[in-house]
């Protein structure tokens, strides 16, 4: 039986942790944003509330490293 698309992404994605679910996650919607609205300059403002908040996610431990990104990637 063949599986779906559906069924495969679920099956992954149930196998990674919160951290990498949560990076999946952003993943995806940057690409929806990306695709359903044509790119805006920001401002010098709005970027820089941007990189707080990244901050901000980094220093609560919102991420995951380039190590642990590529031992995923190997097992792709």
């Known amino acids: ?10 099956k992954y994605f149930v196998q990674l942790n919160k951290a990498e679910q949560k990076a999946v996650i952003q993943l995806l919607r940057t690409f929806l944003k990306n695709r359903q609205q044509k790119p805006e300059r920001c401002t010098i403002e709005q970027y820089n509330r941007e990189l707080e908040e990244a901050e901000k996610r980094i220093a609560a431990g919102d991420f995951i490293t380039h190590e642990q990104l ?3 990637m190997k097992k792709w």
């Open 1 to 10: 039986m063949r599986k779906t698309l559906e069924q495969e992404v679920h």
């Open 70 to 72: 590529t031992r995923e």
